[in-house]
């Protein structure tokens, strides 16, 4: 097995996505515009997006990252919007691009034209997370974009499924598919629901962090393979374990918590940013595919099937948006009053990603080659369409609607009145330890223990103070420069005693593992 190819891949990828940073077009935009034309160098190896590679391999832990990031509260909130958004807007976007995709094309069959609404219907989790991420929606909006990217795929593999057994005449029919749509929901979450608290009895019972960040990375894929062996949606399976181990991170130990951020973050960069390299690598075997459907009518045909997907959306969202509102009495009771603004950014958040590819790849042999190879490309011109057309000009149409910003002096008092009554509990637990004999200790490691609880309480106020007139910093800032100067200067001690041989290179690691926790510490009580 050739292994040059692949960390041509990743390190590629990991290196556009980092120069990303640097400049205001998103990531997901720049790495296809980079797949794109590097897949054109002579040379470069071919990259074949293997569906039974990206959806059991790539998928579980994309949506595990994704959703065990998101607020279960949140979610549980909006769950209506995102309900009609995952269910009710692919099974809709299905039909209506399903039916345009027959009328635009002579001689492609409604089946096989329903498989391809099917299969351009979601929004990409991966595309969502990564665009709501750079350009700071609003938290409602993206709550509801989030929640909706994440639960989709469940719905339009589903349909997927249905439509292609229809177009390969397989016998399908609609009553099937409703109840192929009902079990693989049901048994989806079903799984979830069984798995989420062994994983976390697990989570909170192994004590090595090491064999616990292990099962961390295991747990994705367990879930969707679980799902996917009853014939559920291991999508959905992921989703209800990733949200439920999300929102009782709280009770495992914080070394664990420590190294698995970090693995995560790590994880979903490198996945995140090969995926959307991946689609631009597509092209040459898309278009090679193409056969008797190449030309300018094969553009056209790009360009209406775009359009009716861009359209679409904003034909159902704005209906969802206000038509329950106005309906019924308990939404405008429970939910806040939406704005035309909201709906519009919802509208036109809706870029396609790795999975609608993934799943045109899937499409069988069965199906002859002329309908199929039209479906992947209109799926990859969709794919594009959507990244650089909605992906460039969502910024600056957020901009444009001047959505209120976040109110920052707002959050930091909420988080300094938060961190006030934790330390009076703290306080309170610590006078009543210090009460018991067995929990004595020497005045100065007593004081000590209240001097690091009052920094703490007072670290989130300071914030909200008078920055320094000579360099600019605030209190705040100046604390974390000197604490990491003073741990600088240890650090720089320890290495030169072990360089003269005085201490090891064991006893160097441990010393440098304290120091490094203690500067986590420190920069996170510094907020």
């Known amino acids: 097995m050739d292994v040059m190819p692949l960390l041509l891949l990743v390190a590629g990828s990991a290196a556009v996505a980092a120069a990303a940073r640097r400049t205001p077009a998103p990531a997901p935009l720049l790495l296809v515009a980079v797949g794109l034309a590097v897949s054109?160098?002579?040379?470069?190896?071919?990259y074949t997006l293997d569906p039974h590679v990206v959806l059991p391999l790539l998928l579980p832990p994309l949506l595990y990252t994704s959703a065990s990031d998101s607020s279960y509260l949140d979610l549980r909130a909006q769950l209506r919007p995102v309900a009609l958004l995952s269910v009710g807007y692919v099974l809709f976007a299905t039909v209506v691009v399903g039916w345009a995709a027959y009328l635009i094309v002579p001689g492609l069959s409604l089946p096989a034209a329903l498989v391809l609404g099917a299969v351009v219907a979601p929004p990409d989790a991966v595309a969502a997370t990564a665009v709501a991420r750079r350009v700071g929606l609003p938290s409602r909006i993206t709550t509801v974009l989030q929640g909706e990217s994440l639960l989709n795929d469940a719905t339009a593999i589903t349909a997927y499924k249905v439509a292609l057994?229809?177009?390969?005449?397989?016998?399908?029919?609609?009553?099937?598919?409703?109840?192929?749509?009902?079990?693989a929901a049901v048994g989806g979450v079903g799984v979830g629901l069984v798995l989420m608290a062994p994983l976390h009895w697990l989570r909170t019972h192994l004590t090595e962090p090491l064999l616990q960040n292990t099962l961390s990375l295991l747990i994705p894929f367990v879930a969707y393979g679980v799902a996917e062996q009853v014939h559920a949606s291991g999508v959905l399976a992921v989703v209800v374990v990733a949200l439920y181990l999300g929102h009782r991170a709280w009770e495992v130990d914080f070394a664990t918590r420590l190294q698995e951020e970090a693995v995560w973050k790590m994880v979903a960069f490198v996945l995140e940013s090969a995926v959307f390299a991946l689609i631009g690598l597509q092209l040459p075997i898309v278009i090679k595919r193409l056969g008797e459907y190449e030309g300018t009518s094969a553009a056209w045909y790009a360009v209406a099937v775009f359009l009716v997907v861009v359209v679409a959306r904003f034909v159902w969202v704005y209906p969802a948006t206000f038509l329950p509102r106005l309906l019924s009495e308990r939404v405008r009771e429970r939910e806040e009053n939406p704005t035309w603004r909201g709906a519009m950014v919802t509208s036109w958040a809706g870029m396609r990603g790795v999975v609608s590819l993934a799943i045109a790849f899937a499409i069988?042999?069965?199906?002859p080659d002329g309908p199929r190879n039209l479906i992947l490309f209109l799926t990859f011109t969709t794919v594009i369409g959507t990244l650089v057309v909605q992906g460039v000009t969502l910024p600056p149409l957020i901009r444009l609607l001047k959505f209120p910003g976040r109110d920052r002096q707002a959050e930091t008092l909420a988080e300094a009145n938060a961190q006030a009554q934790a330390s009076r509990a703290a306080e309170a637990r610590l006078d009543e330890l210090l009460a018991d004999e067995r929990n004595a200790l020497p005045p100065p490691l007593a004081d000590r223990l209240r001097m690091v609880l009052e920094r703490r309480r007072n670290a989130v106020w300071e914030r909200l103070g008078q920055v320094n007139p000579i360099t600019g910093e605030s209190v705040d800032d100046t604390y974390r420069r000197l604490s990491r100067e003073m741990i600088s200067a240890e650090r720089e001690v320890f290495v030169r005693l072990r360089d003269h041989r005085y201490i090891d290179d064991e006893m160097l690691r441990a010393l440098l593992r304290r120091l490094d926790l203690e500067e986590a510490a420190a920069f996170r009580e510094a907020g």
């Open 165 to 183: 057994g229809a177009a390969i005449g397989a016998g399908a029919t609609w009553a099937g598919g409703i109840g192929e749509f009902a079990l």
């Open 40 to 46: 054109y160098i002579p040379g470069v190896p071919s």
């Open 364 to 367: 069988p042999s069965s199906m």
